[in-house]
């Protein structure tokens, strides 16, 4: 239930971006609850994966880009992501989430997500997106790009200058395409 407040309060309608679609990195604002915890008082680590869709989900929302998406009938899915634990969350722990597009290649998008308290990374975490249409076809990433003001497209990056987390679930995404 908390979790859908929570994404609720990030699709809230006076969040939501106007003119060109931009993806600018976002800083988006939690607490700890005690329905985030795991038996040995912190943050659970499932726990981790939602906030960081909230996270998204507000970055989307307030470059335009959610309404965007929605308007062509797609929607961003998550393909593959890769998270580290530096130091736990524990209750009422107040700590950001940013967010930033690192470029896309071919097939996603791939994002920086971190978490922060008081300048401090507790997670950080490589995200990559696939977007699909109504029929859930991937939709290329040059239509995504497209839908960008020049200056504001995330960058296309060969497969060669994807490092090495981002390459390895490249070719995990890119392995399960071809199966």
């Known amino acids: ?39 040995l008082m912190h943050m659970n680590n499932g726990r ?18 959610w309404r ?13 992501q890769t998270i580290t634990y530096v130091r736990s969350l524990t209750l009422w722990t107040k700590f950001s989430v940013s967010t930033r597009v690192l470029g896309v290649d071919a097939k996603n998008a791939y994002l920086e997500q971190i978490f922060d ?4 990374v507790h997670a950080t975490a490589v995200v990559a997106l696939r977007f699909l249409d109504d029929t859930g076809s991937s939709v290329p990433t040059e239509s995504i790009v497209a839908l960008f003001g020049a200056d504001a497209a995330p960058r296309h990056r060969p497969d060669a200058e ?10 995990i995404v890119t392995a399960f395409d071809d199966a």
């Open 68 to 80: 965007t998406l929605r308007g062509k009938g797609w929607h961003p899915v998550v393909a593959s």
């Open 1 to 39: 239930m908390l979790m859908s407040l929570r994404l609720l309060r990030q699709m809230a309608p006076w969040r939501t971006g106007h003119g060109p679609v931009r993806v600018e990195p976002t800083r988006t604002w939690f607490r700890v609850a005690p329905s985030d915890l795991d038996v």
């Open 162 to 171: 994807i490092p090495l987390g981002r390459r390895t679930q490249h070719l």
């Open 117 to 120: 308290v008081d300048g401090r």
């Open 48 to 65: 981790y994966l939602s906030i960081l869709d909230a996270g998204r989900v507000d970055m989307f929302v307030r470059g335009g880009l």
